[in-house]
């Protein structure tokens, strides 16, 4: 098949989104380069915003000069295939949103967000979305909007960001800090029992399930962005430690793991123009 010109040209300029150092005390997990990690004194006094760090797989939303939908995770773009099944609901969800979608990031902003679809280590059962949108850089300038200028961007439409537990001036110590790690926001108290059903449905061992994900029912960590003057200025990630020791126990990448589905909470229409569930009245409902 031979390629439009301009979207082969677009092909060629895929951005990869950035690899985020850990904060201290933050557990580092295999493969991690950045050892060396940043001291929570370099945050006093500085403008953050504070998000929960969900678990899902990276994903990213574009444009061609030509108008084209392209749809990309990590460093490739997505093209087809059976390692791409947990971003079937993503592309669908795209496509019927693809207008509204083009109308706000042109060929000039990339989205990035995680796809929620597959359980990787953390089982989700009130997730108000499959994809949670977390970044826009604008390539124009070079640079990651703010989150007040993500919201207004994205204000109306179909599209959700990852929760935010804080936006202000850094708490005076990284204990402080810590104190916003609970419970996920997209998860009910009930999420064992549902995480069991699910596996269930699939057909699947039970035992082996267990085995290959984190029982906690606390957040997988935080993610931490400096912020200012519209911008994104930094990003630091803080992860727990028994999250990553669950992932090492495990041994199987989540790619070779069994397809077990997140569920999404009641109410939810990924299609509708609007936003039908938000994390507001997620937070409402009995957890």
Do not use: C
């Amino acid at each position: 098949m031979t390629l439009d010109p301009h979207l082969y040209a677009q092909l060629q300029n895929l951005y990869k989104y950035p690899r985020t150092p850990h904060l201290e005390s933050s557990r580092l997990q295999l493969g991690d380069m950045d050892n060396d990690q940043a001291r929570y004194q370099s945050l006093i006094g500085k403008y953050i915003v504070v998000e929960e760090k969900v678990d899902g797989a990276n994903a990213g939303i574009s444009f061609s000069s030509a108008g084209e939908l392209l749809l990309q995770s990590r460093g490739h773009y997505l093209v087809g295939g059976s390692r791409e099944r947990q971003f079937s609901m993503l592309k669908l969800w795209a496509k019927v949103h693809e207008r509204w979608l083009l109308d706000r990031l042109e060929d000039r902003y990339v989205m990035f967000g995680e796809t929620m679809s597959k359980v990787h280590s953390v089982y989700y059962d009130a997730l108000p979305h499959i994809f949670l949108e977390f970044d826009i850089l604008d390539r124009k300038r070079g640079v990651f909007l703010s989150t007040q200028a993500r919201r207004t961007m994205l204000e109306g439409g179909p599209v959700l960001s990852v929760p935010v537990l804080y936006e202000g001036i850094a708490p005076q110590s990284l204990a402080g800090l810590l104190k916003l790690v609970g419970h996920s926001k997209a998860r009910t108290t009930n999420w064992r029992e549902s995480f069991a059903a699910a596996v269930l449905r699939e057909e699947l061992d039970l035992k082996m399930a267990w085995k290959n994900l984190d029982e906690s029912d606390l957040m997988e960590g935080l993610y931490l962005k400096t912020e200012s003057a519209g911008e994104t200025t930094g990003r630091l990630k803080w992860v727990r430690h028994d999250f990553v020791q669950s992932i090492q126990d495990a041994g199987v990448h989540h790619l070779q793991q069994p397809y077990i589905p997140n569920r999404l909470a009641d109410g939810v229409d990924l299609y509708s123009p609007q936003l039908a569930v938000t994390w507001e009245e997620i937070n409402k409902g009995d957890r």
